[in-house]
């Protein structure tokens, strides 16, 4: 299957602080997702990109699909303690159905 | 809001032993999803189903397992003869359409294979 790799693995931040997450792949993708994932839960959808170089953002949160369709990053600004969670990134492959999920960026927020 | 609920929410069964995994997706929802979460691992697409069949599924979706929508309501996962391996989070989701942006994650059963 497809790897997508997401960096960092893990982040432990200060409230208040902003977070930059990223996720990339060998493949072009032509629609990427970002999920959050709280303990024993499904994973939540946050933002979808379907353009290379789209920018979207939701609240604090930003989203942008790389130009090169091969990576997306996701950025929090100003983190408060709920949103501690594991965050995943999705990528749907050129003429695909199936969503490939990254490896996760596990985010730990200190009040 | 309306939601996805699955059945049961932790299952432990004996290696070899047959489960099903029941989902409940939205009523008005046409597309039904089952992915996999070993522990501290990414979420893995299984299968996805639509019209009474199987629409697309991964590699991991081999002759163990199936899918059926036994009534209007119910989705179901079964896995024939479970294996150590088979030990995860199960995810069912359901979509109005193939837009993925509808598409609602359920709380998941963790199975456990002894």
């Known amino acids: 299957g497809q790897q997508l790799n997401q960096s960092p693995q893990s982040m432990f931040i200060q409230e208040g602080e902003d977070v930059s997450m990223n996720c990339t792949s060998s493949?072009?993708?032509?629609?990427w997702l970002w999920y959050k994932q709280d303990p024993g839960e499904g994973p939540v959808l946050l933002i979808a990109?379907?353009?290379?170089?789209e920018l979207t953002s939701n609240g604090r949160l930003t989203a942008q699909f790389g130009i090169t369709r091969k990576d997306s990053f996701l950025n929090i600004s100003a983190s408060i303690p709920s949103d501690v969670g594991i965050y995943f990134c999705?990528?749907?492959?050129?003429?695909?159905?199936?969503?490939?999920f990254g490896t996760g960026t596990s985010l730990t927020v200190i009040p | 809001e309306p939601e996805v609920t699955q059945t049961p929410s932790h299952q432990v069964t004996q290696m070899g032993q047959e489960v099903i995994l029941r989902c409940v997706p939205i009523?008005?929802?046409?597309?039904f999803y089952w992915y996999r979460q070993i522990l501290g691992q990414k979420v893995e697409f299984l299968v996805s189903?639509?019209?009474?069949?199987?629409?697309?599924k991964s590699e991991i979706f081999d002759d163990q397992f199936s899918v059926e929508r036994p009534d209007g309501s119910n989705f179901t996962l079964k896995i024939r003869s479970t294996k150590l391996e088979d030990s995860a989070m199960y995810f069912c989701?359901?979509?109005?359409?193939?837009?993925?942006?509808?598409?609602?994650f359920g709380p998941g059963t963790r199975l456990l294979v002894l």
């Open positions: 989701a359901s979509s109005q359409t193939t837009v993925v942006e509808t598409q609602y």
């Open positions: 493949s072009i993708f032509n629609t």
């Open positions: 990109l379907y353009k290379a170089g």
């Open positions: 999705a990528g749907r492959l050129i003429g695909g159905n199936q969503f490939y």
């Open positions: 009523s008005n929802h046409l597309y």
């Open positions: 189903f639509y019209n009474n069949e199987i629409s697309e």
